[in-house]
């Protein structure tokens, strides 16, 4: 999946301190998906984007949680004051293509 | 609301024999079916897809099958290897969403291929 780059692998954060996710799509691709895997769950959507443009958040949790794909830069999920239940693997995927191309995740562990 | 189900969280095969992963689902809007593998630490991986308008698609060792009237599709792995071990997640898709190629994703199913 060497396309999606998603950065940091792993993050690392106590509780109440705040964890951005980077996502640089593919090249060529300005539709950008963010979906979340708890433990022993499969994928859930989150958020679809455009470039500038939101197109669909019906996925994200109504507080704390934000994402932006600027004109310029990777796609950033924003998660402020962390909670244990936000450990998860977060992926980003983006489009056209048949199905999607998946990054290899952000596994965020809240401590 | 699990619109996508995956009923077996795992199943375990001998290499070389068939392997068969089974996915139903709820909503009648979905019209587009991917199966995707996914190894630990990495990224879902897409394998084969079908639209509602076929009942089968093939692609090398993997079969996918869709039986509308029952909303039920299945993946046929032959044969199976042990490279095929893997978490396989089922998921779908109506075209007509306004959001996209939103997917809604299965619970996955863990797949052993036993040498």
């Known amino acids: 999946n060497a396309g999606v780059m998603q950065n940091p692998r792993h993050l690392v954060r106590r509780r109440g301190q705040e964890a951005r996710l980077r996502c640089s799509p593919m090249?060529?691709?300005?539709?950008v998906y963010w979906y979340r895997q708890l433990p022993e769950e499969g994928l859930k959507f989150m958020v679809y984007l455009q470039k500038e443009n939101i197109i669909d958040e019906s996925g994200m949790p109504k507080e704390r949680f934000s994402a932006e794909f600027p004109k310029e830069g990777p796609s950033i999920l924003r998660i402020q004051q962390v909670v244990r239940g936000d450990s998860a693997a977060y992926f980003c995927a983006s489009s056209p293509s048949d199905g999607y191309t998946f990054g290899s995740g952000t596994r965020l562990t809240v401590v | 609301d699990q619109q996508v189900k995956q009923n077996s969280p795992s199943l375990s095969v001998q290499e070389g024999r068939i392997s068969i992963l089974n996915c139903d689902y709820t909503?009648?809007?979905?019209?587009?079916f991917l199966w995707y593998k996914k190894y630990p630490a990495e990224g879902p991986t897409f394998l084969i897809s079908?639209?509602?308008?076929?009942d089968k698609n093939e692609d090398g060792r993997f079969t996918v099958f869709l039986n509308k009237s029952a909303k039920h599709l299945s993946l046929h792995i032959v044969p199976s290897q042990p490279g095929d071990s893997a978490v396989y997640f089922c998921?779908?898709?109506?075209?007509?969403?306004?959001?996209?190629?939103?997917?809604?994703f299965g619970e996955g199913t863990q797949l052993t291929v036993n040498p």
């Open positions: 090249k060529g691709h300005s539709h």
């Open positions: 998921a779908a898709s109506a075209i007509r969403e306004t959001s996209g190629s939103r997917l809604t």
């Open positions: 909503n009648s809007m979905f019209d587009y």
């Open positions: 079908i639209s509602s308008i076929k």
